[in-house]
């Protein structure tokens, strides 16, 4: 397997396997792994559940990860959190999990490649109307492009796709960034400072993960509260007018 060298900005450059116009890059293959790891552990901690007071640790620290994401929806949405806790916590397992298992040597965390970062931008996306639809309708969802005139249409679909190009430009940079400062490190001081930075970066990729979780029901969060108002002063306007 190549190695990804100081000089490669992304995992897409590094080509596993390829036939014909069929490609293995390193971002799939890793991001595969992942998947397959966040699957079996799944599986593992899930299949003996206990409502008793005595549980498996592992099924402890399950429940305090969905604790701790539902209880942060739940500040925001105020009711509902249920309902959000599958995307937000899979965004969060998912890139938290990458980001970790950059301590197995040979192991290049998917979100430190761009293409990676926006399909997951893109998840967020397309979640934020689908949620927004789904609680008051398509009409509702669409007319609020429109407020309060139409001018402001174009201006509101910017808002949304610069939203997501945040969300990708923010991860990767974060993550492919710190790859490269450790692997200059090691180069140069291959001794205690690149420990040091590897350790720091397993914080900051659990942060990013963080923030890209919270970000993503922040955005979702905005648009249900922007359209359950544009509900509800309807809803007294018409309890005026009758």
Known sequence: ??????????????????WNFIVLNATILYTWLVMAILVVGSWFITRNLSSATNVSRWQ?????????????ISEMTKKGADKY??????????????????????????????????ALATCVFIAVPFYGISRNGLFHYVREYFQPNFIFFPFHVMGELSRTLALTVRLFGNIMSHEKVVGILLAVTPFLFPVVMQILGLLIGVIQAYIFAILSMVYIASALSAEDEVHHTETKKEGVSA
């Open 85 to 118: 806790i599958p995307l937000v916590g899979t965004l969060f397992l998912f890139i938290c999990v990458s980001n970790v298992l950059v301590v197995v040597p040979g192991f290049v965390a998917p979100t430190s490649s761009m293409t990676t970062t926006a």
């Open 60 to 72: 402890h620290f399950l429940e305090v990860i969905i604790s701790i994401i539902r209880g942060e």
């Open 1 to 18: 397997m190549e190695i990804v060298s100081l000089n490669q900005i992304s995992p897409d450059q590094v080509i596993i396997w390829s």
